[in-house]
Nanobody, 120 residues
Framework: QVQVVESGGGLVQAGGSLRLSCAASGSSFRINAMGWYRQAPGKQRELVASATSGGNTNYADSVKGRFTISMDNAKKTVLLQMNSLKPEDTAVYYC??????????????WGQGTQVTVSS
């Protein structure tokens, strides 16, 4: 009922930058939070950064100081600016949205993933 679509992945050299974008769409709903997760081959999916509709943000320790998350509540979009990329950032990045379709309860929605590859 809520579709989440991300884009912006690609191949970049170490030290470079990428910007990921994500948009949530569907019937009338309210976003509680949006965020980015990533999953490398053979590893578990991990939180990269998240933002609440109230403006709070959280980052994984591994990306603090390098990545910046920003969310537009009106547009229901979220961006992830990734700077100073490292090879260990290589993963499939997934956009996540916690949303409530009124009068329902909050639920989790996921994008299809976008590949980020950082070469050394």
């Amino acid at each position: 009922q809520v579709q989440v679509v991300e884009s912006g992945g690609g191949l970049v050299q170490a030290g470079g930058s990428l910007r990921l974008s994500c948009a949530a769409s569907g019937s009338s709903f309210r976003i509680n939070a949006m965020g980015w997760y990533r999953q490398a081959p053979g590893k578990q999916r991990e939180l990269v950064a998240s933002a609440t509709s109230g403006g709070n943000t959280n980052y994984a320790d591994s990306v603090k100081g390098r990545f910046t998350i920003s969310m537009d509540n009106a547009k229901k979009t979220v961006l992830l600016q990734m700077n100073s990329l490292k090879p260990e950032d290589t993963a499939v990045y997934y956009c996540h949205a916690e949303a409530r379709i009124f009068p329902g309860r909050p639920a989790d929605y996921w994008g299809q993933g976008t590949q980020v590859t950082v070469s050394s």
